[in-house]
């Protein structure tokens, strides 16, 4: 096993710590956690996982990395002080040496508060100074980063890895925001007891899927949980909004949220990052972003009993579906999207597209189905259907569907360049009656799983959908054909922090 570096040393006598040890090496962190640094050479920003221990501070590409991107070697004459309005980005404090000072930019004033304060009593040790004795934190630093020495740059800092910007053109391409909520193994996660946050929790219990014992699936959900903004870190003037979709049989869940694109675009990238999103796919995240500019942006992920786990990005709220195209691989499935959009002026009302791994693509959108009435809607509908090459929805399920004759259906369409993927009419509030046939209708439906789903939730279903899944895309993990989904609205809330 590598030697940690000697936390004895001095101004004098300070030297390179070796790079050439792995994050689980690195047993009884005095601090860890995910923090965006600011290059040396380039002035970019990246991603890390940070690690303090005995006297220095490592910084890795992920939490599995086996040797440090750099090091920061920490002196008797070493400072660590807030700089706050630097470069307009959030919570960003100095982590100053003999040879560099380092920006690191954290995802809340908070989390900046609890690195400070463990890197300051790095510094008060190597000092000689007992935990007890106090000491400022505040101290100036001599010199702006821009003024240093780069010689003592991380090995990474030169090289030519991507960073990844916020969607959006009103921020330059260069910066990167806020971090990921689960920063710092000081601030577990936590939830607010009046958060609806809560109630994503209390639905976890009740899938039977989700009880399983040694489940990924349930890992990476807790992933995802991690990269939701907490409302205790959000302004009055931010939301979030939580959506769950559930199949009659309870074999598939999928999960939505969404928010203010400035305090979700960072969390929701480093979440990809984890989960090993490609780096072009992050790239077009940006690309597609730069030019809707959503004022809302999300993420999702599928799940499945059978281990099917899939994610991705979405941008709610109206918008221009020549805009909603540019999520879109070309192909012959675009030109007839393009086609159907140029024939009924569509509107476009949510766009995302997964970042699964490898290809095809999905790209997904929802719009309202043209009609002033309900048997208009479902006869364009029927008819859209059929133009995509979709077999029709099943007549027992039609008959049940005109039992609440409801306007307002949408059609939700996931694509790729192989073909459409899936495509779902979704009716909106269904009434407890139907859901309860739907579910016996549907092969292994599970009404009082359902009900107990519901009752965690503290809604009805604001949608049912009737989907197909094309066959060759269930990938052994998902059901192919024909099913029933029903779409929960959990609710949306504001932030509590005043401060922000």
């Given amino acids: 096993m590598p030697q940690i570096p000697s936390i004895e040393r001095s101004k004098k006598e300070m030297s390179t710590p070796s790079t050439k040890v792995a994050v689980s090496e690195l047993t009884s962190p005095e601090f860890e956690g995910f923090l965006i640094k600011e290059g040396g050479s380039v002035k970019n920003w990246k991603r890390r996982w940070f690690v303090l221990k005995d006297g220095n501070v490592f910084y890795f590409k992920n939490k599995k990395a086996t040797s440090a991107a750099g090091v920061i070697p920490l002196s008797t004459d070493s400072f660590v002080n807030e700089r706050d309005n630097y470069k307009k ?10 040879r560099r000072v380092y920006m690191i930019s954290a995802a809340t004033d908070s989390e900046r508060s609890d ?5 300051q009593t790095s510094i008060n040790t190597l000092k000689g100074i007992t935990p007890d004795a106090t000491q400022s934190t ?14 003592f740059a991380a090995a990474d800092e ?3 890895e991507s960073t990844v910007p916020p969607a959006g053109s009103e921020v330059p391409s260069s910066d990167v925001v806020e971090d990921q909520s689960n920063t710092t193994t000081a601030t577990a996660t936590t939830t607010s007891s009046t958060s609806l946050l809560d109630n994503l ?14 489940n990924k699936v349930i890992e990476f959900w807790e992933i995802w949980l991690e990269s939701i903004p907490r409302i205790t870190d959000l302004s009055p003037m931010d939301t979030i909004s939580y959506t769950i979709c559930a199949s009659a049989d309870m074999d598939r869940i999928s999960w939505r949220i969404s928010g203010s694109q400035n305090r979700f675009i960072q969390k929701m990238v480093d979440f990809f990052w984890n989960v090993g999103a490609p780096e072009d796919e992050i790239g077009r995240l940006n690309s597609v972003g730069a030019s ?6 999300g993420s999702w992920i599928d799940m499945s009993s059978k281990g099917g786990m899939d994610g991705g990005w979405i941008f709610p709220g109206t918008i221009p579906y020549a805009s909603a195209l540019l999520a879109c691989d070309e192909s012959a499935t675009k030109q007839i999207l393009t086609k159907l959009g140029e024939e009924n002026n569509l509107e476009i009302i949510l766009m995302g597209r997964d970042m699964g791994a490898a290809p095809p693509r999905q790209t997904h959108m929802i719009f309202k189905v043209p009609g002033n009435t309900f048997d208009e809607q479902i006869q364009y509908a029927i008819e859209t259907l059929d133009s995509f090459g979709i077999p029709q929805i099943p007549e027992n399920a039609l008959t049940i569907m005109r039992e609440a004759p409801v306007p307002g259906l949408l059609m939700n369409v996931v694509s790729s360049y192989e073909g459409f993927v899936k495509v779902g009419v979704m009716v909106p509030n269904p009434t407890e ?5 739907l579910c016996c209708l549907t092969p292994g439906g599970n009404y009082d799983v359902l009900q107990k789903l519901q009752s ?8 049912t959908e009737y989907l197909y899944l094309a066959q060759g895309f269930g990938y052994g993990v998902y059901k192919e054909g024909f099913d029933i989904v029903f779409h929960y609205d959990v609710g949306t809330e504001s932030g509590t922090n005043d401060s922000v």
């Fill in 115 to 119: 690195w400070i304060g463990a890197i």
């Fill in 138 to 151: 505040t101290e100036p630093a001599p010199v702006e980063p821009e003024a240093q020495n780069n010689e």
């Fill in 158 to 160: 030169n090289t030519n």
């Fill in 456 to 463: 965690s939730l503290g809604t009805s279903p604001s949608y």
């Fill in 292 to 297: 809707v500019n959503p004022v809302e942006i």
């Fill in 201 to 214: 929790y209390q639905a976890k219990e009740v899938i039977p899927f989700m009880q399983w014992k040694d």
């Fill in 433 to 437: 009656n139907i859901v309860n046939k």
């Fill in 89 to 98: 980005k959030p919570s960003v404090f100095a982590v100053g040496t003999e």
